[in-house]
């Protein structure tokens, strides 16, 4: 009876600030807006490094955000992953960049941003502190499963109106059983879905139209596997992969997305729905996420594009061939519709000459990591044969 009590004032509180964090989000935030008739977002992804960060990812993203100019950068969670005592540094350190150039900012935690005894909220605190104007970033409902999951209206060039919606969730980090044991990766929960219906309903009353939007969170949707993967019945090891309930084969459905698929993706234990609800919705039309460090596909599953952005850590794994952050590029005049590329580190110092030599990136190696990137996407396409033959004998 208390859970159920519980879970009834709970859904009232969502149902009730939803309108106050839409309200605050509007009102008070410094406006995002379309310039020149477009709106650009860069996606910088698990930055997971500690204090001091390296200097040549902190190079790459001052260098980024002079060159391409984004009107917003997102963090996509693992931002930091220092001890307690130097989080306060390694925050200021990196929001410093963003500080510097005035860009604005927000962010989504990953899985191991709390790992070192500083809780989200805690986090999202030092991020605002360091981050003043510049940082966009707030809780919309502090009852929500972990912190700072909330959204950031968009208006047209003329500031006179919302045309577009930016959508910031927290994903979690680990789920575990009675006895303590991990089961997996956590996920965007009931009360976060609840919340968006809520969100979403409201800025299409306020709007009397849809507004299109982009979804923010570190862990990708499992959905993804059903337009990655082909499924099978037998469960083989390594080989395979179990989510939703369906056991997915290994090898890649390569037809289905643009880029590289280097490692399993890796989604949540439990589904909620969180992609279904947004189908239903309909003013999804992207979801975007990091986690998987070597990842930069592109993939559509019922009119939303699922996109996984690489890393650009130089502390955790990665990959020359993929290291870097993601642009998306939204035009005023068509925003149900969004362009995006990845600019790796060597494309950057490619463009970039002061770039490449404070990187200490040689012309030898860029046209090096162009050769090896393009004949691994072209064996990628040829595998798309074989992937079609089981696909038919299936």
């Given at each position: 009876?208390?859970k159920r009590v519980l879970s009834?004032?709970?859904?009232?509180?969502?149902?009730f600030?939803s309108g106050?964090?839409?309200?605050?989000?509007?009102?008070?935030a410094p406006?995002l807006?379309?310039n020149d008739?477009?709106?650009k977002i860069m996606?910088l992804t698990?930055?997971?490094?500690?204090?001091?960060?390296?200097?040549?990812?902190?190079?790459?993203?001052?260098?980024?955000i002079?060159q391409?100019?984004?009107?917003?950068?997102?963090?996509g969670?693992?931002?930091?992953?220092?001890?307690?005592e130097?989080?306060?540094?390694?925050?200021?350190e990196?929001?410093s960049?963003?500080v510097?150039?005035?860009?604005?900012?927000?962010?989504v935690?990953?899985?191991?941003?709390?790992?070192?005894?500083?809780?989200?909220d805690?986090?999202?605190?030092?991020?605002?502190?360091?981050g003043g104007?510049y940082?966009?970033?707030?809780?919309a409902?502090?009852?929500l499963?972990?912190?700072g999951t909330?959204?950031?209206p968009?208006?047209?060039?003329?500031g006179?109106?919302?045309?577009f919606?930016?959508?910031?969730?927290?994903?979690g980090?680990?789920?575990?059983?009675?006895?303590?044991e991990?089961?997996?990766?956590?996920?965007v929960?009931e009360?976060?879905?609840?919340?968006?219906?809520?969100?979403?309903?409201?800025?299409e009353k306020?709007s009397?139209v849809?507004i299109?939007?982009?979804?923010?969170q570190?862990i990708i949707v499992?959905?993804?596997y059903?337009?990655?993967?082909h499924e099978?019945?037998?469960e083989?090891?390594?080989l395979t992969?179990?989510f939703?309930?369906?056991?997915y084969?290994?090898?890649?459905?390569?037809?289905?997305?643009?880029?590289?698929?280097f490692?399993?993706?890796c989604?949540?234990?439990y589904n909620?729905?969180?992609?279904?609800?947004?189908?239903?919705?309909g003013?999804?039309?992207?979801?975007?996420?990091?986690?998987?460090?070597v990842?930069?596909f592109?993939?559509?599953?019922?009119?939303?594009k699922i996109?996984?952005t690489?890393?650009?850590?130089?502390h955790?794994?990665?990959?020359?061939?993929?290291?870097g952050?993601?642009?998306i590029t939204?035009c005023?005049?068509?925003?149900?519709?969004?362009?995006t590329?990845?600019?790796?580190?060597?494309d950057?110092?490619a463009q970039?000459?002061d770039?490449?030599k404070?990187?200490?990136i040689?012309?030898?190696?860029?046209?090096?990591?162009?050769?090896?990137g393009?004949?691994?996407?072209?064996?990628?396409?040829?595998s798309?044969v074989?992937?079609?033959?089981?696909?038919i004998v299936?």
């Amino acid at each position: 009876m208390k859970k159920r009590v519980l879970s009834i004032l709970l859904a009232l509180a969502v149902v009730f600030c939803s309108g106050l964090a839409f309200s605050a989000s509007a009102e008070d935030a410094p406006k995002l807006k379309f310039n020149d008739g477009k709106f650009k977002i860069m996606h910088l992804t698990d930055t997971q490094d500690v204090y001091p960060a390296s200097k040549t990812m902190l190079s790459f993203i001052d260098a980024s955000i002079k060159q391409y100019q984004p009107d917003i950068v997102i963090l996509g969670g693992d931002n930091t992953v220092g001890p307690a005592e130097t989080k306060d540094e390694a925050i200021k350190e990196l929001t410093s960049v963003f500080v510097e150039n005035e860009v604005y900012f927000s962010l989504v935690f990953g899985n191991h941003d709390r790992e070192q005894g500083v809780s989200n909220d805690e986090l999202l605190a030092l991020y605002q502190k360091h981050g003043g104007e510049y940082c966009l970033a707030y809780d919309a409902v502090p009852e929500l499963h972990g912190a700072g999951t909330h959204n950031l209206p968009v208006y047209s060039s003329d500031g006179s109106k919302i045309i577009f919606n930016l959508w910031m969730f927290d994903s979690g980090s680990g789920v575990y059983n009675e006895a303590g044991e991990r089961l997996g990766y956590d996920c965007v929960t009931e009360d976060q879905i609840k919340w968006y219906e809520s969100v979403s309903s409201e800025l299409e009353k306020e709007s009397k139209v849809k507004i299109p939007s982009l979804a923010f969170q570190h862990i990708i949707v499992g959905d993804v596997y059903d337009v990655l993967f082909h499924e099978t019945a037998v469960e083989a090891g390594e080989l395979t992969r179990s989510f939703n309930g369906k056991i997915y084969s290994c090898l890649p459905k390569t037809e289905n997305f643009d880029g590289f698929l280097f490692e399993y993706p890796c989604p949540g234990y439990y589904n909620f729905g969180q992609f279904d609800s947004m189908v239903a919705r309909g003013d999804v039309i992207g979801i975007f996420s990091g986690h998987d460090h070597v990842n930069t596909f592109v993939t559509e599953l019922k009119g939303i594009k699922i996109v996984n952005t690489p890393g650009a850590t130089y502390h955790s794994y990665g990959n020359d061939l993929v290291r870097g952050m993601r642009m998306i590029t939204v035009c005023e005049n068509d925003t149900w519709n969004f362009d995006t590329e990845v600019v790796t580190v060597n494309d950057l110092a490619a463009q970039n000459a002061d770039f490449a030599k404070e990187a200490g990136i040689s012309s030898f190696k860029i046209w090096l990591c162009d050769i090896a990137g393009n004949i691994l996407l072209g064996l990628g396409k040829l595998s798309s044969v074989f992937s079609k033959v089981i696909s038919i004998v299936g």
